[in-house]
C-alpha cells in the first residue's frame, strides 16, 4: 500500500514564524498536493508538483510557498505564519496515469 | 468552474440501517469520481473510484453509482455499523490533477 506521512500531527506556532510542513511518499508518484481543510469551505488546493522542481499554484496560494527537491519530498512552506493559516493542512499524491488519491494523516497547525 | 455539493452535510441513523449520501457535480465532462471517508482530525481515505465510463463500483458493504449526464452520484451503505460513523466526501477529476472536492456528509451510526 502507498504509505504517504507527514511529518508532524500537531503544530503550535507564533505569528511571523516561518513554518515547514513535510510530506514524503513511498511509491514514486509523480503528482504530490498540499491541501487545506477548514470547516464549512472543505478542501482547498494550495500547490501541486507534478514533478522535480515543478510546481503549480493551486486555488489558494497565497502566503504559501513549496519545494520538491526529490521525487518522494515536497515541502510546504508558510514564509510569516499568520492566524489565519490555522488550519488542517494534508498531503496527497497519486501517480500521472493513476487517477486514485492516497492522502497523509494530516498536520493541524495552530497559529497563536 | 465545477461545483460539487453533498446533501445533507449530516446525517443520523440507527445501527442496522442501509442507508444512501449524495454527491451532485455542476459539470459533467469529468474523468472519474471518488468516494472518500474521513475520521475526526484524520487524513482521506479512498473508498471507491468511479471511471466516467462506468455506472458503479462495490466493495463490500459499500457500493456507489455514477450518473455523469445528470450530474449525481450515491454511496449506499448496507447495514450501518457503529464503526462506518465518519465524514464522508467526494471528488470529482475533470484533467490531470483538476480534483474538485464536496464539503463532506458527516455520519453518525447509533448502536
Known amino acids: 500500500d502507498v504509505k504517504v506521512t507527514q511529518s508532524s500531527r500537531y503544530l503550535v506556532k507564533r505569528t511571523g514564524e516561518k513554518v515547514f510542513l513535510e510530506c514524503v511518499q513511498d511509491?514514486?508518484?509523480?503528482?504530490m498536493f498540499w491541501y487545506r481543510q477548514d470547516p464549512g469551505l472543505g478542501l482547498r488546493l494550495i500547490y501541486f508538483?507534478?514533478?522535480?522542481?515543478?510546481?503549480e499554484k493551486g486555488d489558494i496560494p497565497e502566503g504559501y510557498s513549496v519545494s520538491r527537491e526529490k521525487k518522494e519530498r515536497f515541502s510546504l512552506i508558510l514564509e510569516s505564519a499568520s492566524t489565519n493559516q490555522t488550519s488542517m493542512y494534508l498531503c496527497?499524491?497519486?501517480?500521472?496515469?493513476?487517477?486514485?488519491?492516497?492522502f497523509g494523516s494530516g498536520t493541524q497547525l495552530s497559529v497563536l | 468552474k465545477q461545483e460539487v455539493t453533498q446533501i445533507p452535510a449530516a446525517l443520523s441513523v440507527p445501527e442496522g440501517e442501509n442507508l444512501v449520501l449524495n454527491c451532485s457535480f455542476t459539470?459533467?465532462?469529468?474523468?472519474?469520481l471518488q468516494w472518500f471517508r474521513q475520521d475526526p482530525g484524520k487524513g482521506l481515505t479512498s473508498l471507491l473510484l468511479?471511471?466516467?465510463?462506468?455506472r458503479e463500483q462495490t466493495s463490500g458493504r459499500l457500493n456507489a453509482s455514477l450518473d455523469k449526464s445528470s450530474g449525481r452520484s450515491t454511496l449506499y451503505i448496507a447495514a450501518s455499523q457503529p464503526g462506518d460513523s465518519a465524514t464522508y466526501l467526494c471528488?470529482?477529476?475533470?484533467?490531470?490533477?483538476?480534483?474538485?472536492f464536496g464539503t463532506g456528509t458527516r455520519l453518525t451510526v447509533i448502536p
Open positions: 496527497a499524491t497519486k501517480t500521472t496515469k493513476g487517477e486514485k488519491l492516497f
Open positions: 468511479i471511471q466516467s465510463s462506468q
Open positions: 459539470d459533467s465532462a469529468i474523468y472519474n
Open positions: 508538483s507534478y514533478d522535480v522542481k515543478m510546481k
Open positions: 511509491m514514486d508518484h509523480e503528482n
Open positions: 471528488a470529482v477529476l475533470t484533467g490531470a490533477n483538476n480534483l474538485f
